[in-house]
Structures are given as structure tokens and as C-alpha cells.
């Protein structure tokens, strides 16, 4: 038998960047994806919020997709996974090690390695979008026209962990922000600020 208590446990002690302080969510949202779509997540980093999608995906039986760069590449990115006492070289590959601590999970995880600024999809149908990643307008469109043609009306939801990041960063930042605003009859606000941190929840309306 699956000890999902355990499960939560050792989740909440991977390296996060806002993924383990909204897991909960994440795991509810994953466990009522029908098994036929799919759960994307764009920008994994170390795997915090992955292993809260795995918890969820454990119940529903949908296969999870996950788009990063997998790679440490400056001084900000080592000195970000050494406040969780993980080490990098700068260059190094981190997928290894981001596999091998979701292997505990029994769920569906496809590894997408490569650039932000391209992103492609085999068209099943997304039931969640998780982004911790497209701040600019230039990375969040290319998601969008990668992903939201496979959006389900009514029924996708979508959290956008950085949502209200350009409060701390500026304008630049707050490209999520501007097509919310320029598409109101397509997307639901849900719940904001979840947990304290700067990620809205949605609901793609078609």
C-alpha cells in the first residue's frame, strides 16, 4: 500500500521556490485530472512543485509533463539550490538529480530539457498548466501558443506561480498579468495569492 502521508512528508522537503508551499493545491488539482489529459508544468527547477503534481497524479493517473533547462547556469542559480544545502557546479546537467528524487513517486513524469523560448507539444488535452517560469512576454507567448490550443473549455485550470511578480521586479515581469487583462472572457480567477506567495489560480473559460 502507497503511504501518501510519507509521501507529503518527504515532498515538503525538497528545494522550492513557492512549488512546496502550494502543494496542497497542487495535489488536489492534480488527483482530478481525467487520465486521458494530461498535467503540464513549465519550469520544474529542483522539483518541489513536481513532487506535489507526482502526489496528485498518483490518484488520478494522469502523466505529467515537465519543461526546464535543467542546468545551473550562474552564480544565482547555484547560490539558490545551495540554500537548501544542494551543491552545483556551474554547467552542470540537474535533471539527474531531479530524477532521482521524484523516483519515489509512482506516477507518469516526462522530462523536457531544453531552451524556454521553444516549446512543443504533442496536442493531447491539458487539464492543468502549472507555470513557475514565463515572467517575460516573449517566454509566456510561446507558451501559450504551444499549450492553449490543447486547453479544455471549463475545465483546464491554471497556476501561475509568478503572477504578481513584477511587484517585486517591475512592468517587465508582468506579462501574465496583461493578457489576464486583455482576455477576461477567457480565464476565471480562482484564488489569489495562494499561500502567501505571488501564484493565482485560473480556470480556462474557451
Not at 519550469?43 to 490518484?59: E, K, P, S, V, Y
Not at 554547467?91 to 531531479?98: D, E, I, Q
Not at 487583462?181 to 474557451?206: I, V, Y
Request: charged share 20%.
Amino acid at each position: 500500500m502507497v503511504d501518501l502521508e510519507a509521501l507529503r512528508a518527504y515532498a515538503r522537503t525538497l528545494p522550492s521556490q513557492g512549488g512546496v508551499e502550494i502543494g496542497p493545491w497542487l495535489e488536489k488539482y492534480a488527483a482530478e485530472v481525467d487520465p486521458a489529459q494530461a498535467i503540464v508544468e513549465v519550469g520544474c527547477w529542483l522539483g518541489g512543485g513536481t513532487a506535489h503534481l507526482a502526489l496528485g497524479a498518483m490518484q488520478s493517473g494522469a502523466a505529467i509533463y515537465t519543461y526546464d533547462r535543467f542546468l545551473c547556469v550562474n552564480e544565482e542559480e547555484r547560490g539558490k539550490a545551495a540554500r537548501f544545502d544542494v551543491h552545483f557546479d556551474i554547467g552542470a546537467n540537474t535533471l539527474p538529480w531531479v530524477y532521482e528524487r521524484l523516483k519515489p513517486f509512482a506516477a507518469a513524469v516526462h522530462f523536457h530539457k531544453g531552451s524556454f523560448r521553444k516549446f512543443t507539444w504533442h496536442g493531447q488535452k491539458i487539464g492543468l498548466y502549472v507555470d513557475d517560469l514565463t515572467k517575460v512576454e516573449e517566454l509566456w507567448l510561446a507558451a501559450m501558443a504551444a499549450f492553449l490550443p490543447s486547453f479544455i473549455p471549463g475545465k483546464t485550470h491554471l497556476f501561475l506561480q509568478d503572477y504578481h511578480f513584477d511587484e517585486e521586479a517591475g512592468p517587465k515581469y508582468a506579462a501574465q498579468k496583461r493578457y489576464m487583462a486583455a482576455n477576461p472572457a477567457r480565464f476565471e480567477l480562482l484564488e489569489d495569492r495562494l499561500a502567501g506567495t505571488t501564484c493565482a489560480l485560473f480556470r480556462f473559460l474557451g
